[in-house]
């Protein structure tokens, strides 16, 4: 995993009404391996999918799932969700693919993102699990 991070925060707009942003940046990853250099979109769609499947569900305070899938060209991709609050939260499989589908279209290297409370984090790899 990279240890730096690129700073990305971007202000929502809806019409002329700006929206204070849901997301307390992290940042992007400013290295390493790209999505499209492990993999093709089709397959991080596949795999994204299921991987929410398996994030879906229940979150104690704190408690974070995480999981490696491997890839066809023989990288990999770490993901993992940490539940921020003090209390026990319940993440959609929709709420999930939304925000890693934010992280993965803006940050080309990976990265780690807080949204909704919620720390997503999305690394891809060469190398195998």
């Known amino acids: 995993m990279p240890p730096f991070f690129t700073r990305v925060i971007a202000p929502l707009a809806t019409s002329s009404i700006l929206i204070t942003p849901m997301v307390a940046a992290d940042g992007c990853?400013?290295?390493g391996p790209t999505w499209?250099?492990?993999a093709t979109s089709?397959?991080?769609t596949t795999v994204l999918g299921n991987v929410c499947y398996g994030f879906e569900g229940v979150f104690i305070s704190g408690e974070e799932k995480t999981v490696c899938t491997p890839v066809a060209s023989g990288g990999s991709i770490n993901w993992a969700v940490k539940n921020n609050e003090e209390t026990?939260?319940?993440l959609s499989w929709t709420d999930c693919i939304t925000n890693m589908e934010t992280e993965?279209?803006?940050c080309p290297y990976g990265s780690v993102q807080v949204h909704d409370n919620f720390?997503?984090?999305d690394?891809?790899?060469?190398?195998?699990?």
């Not at 690394?123 to 699990?129: G, K, T």
């Open 104 to 106: 993965i279209k803006n």
């Open 88 to 90: 026990t939260r319940f």
């Open 42 to 44: 089709a397959e991080i």
């Open 119 to 121: 720390r997503f984090k």
């Open 36 to 38: 499209n250099g492990v």
């Open 123 to 129: 690394d891809p790899n060469s190398e195998s699990c």
């Open 29 to 31: 990853y400013s290295g």
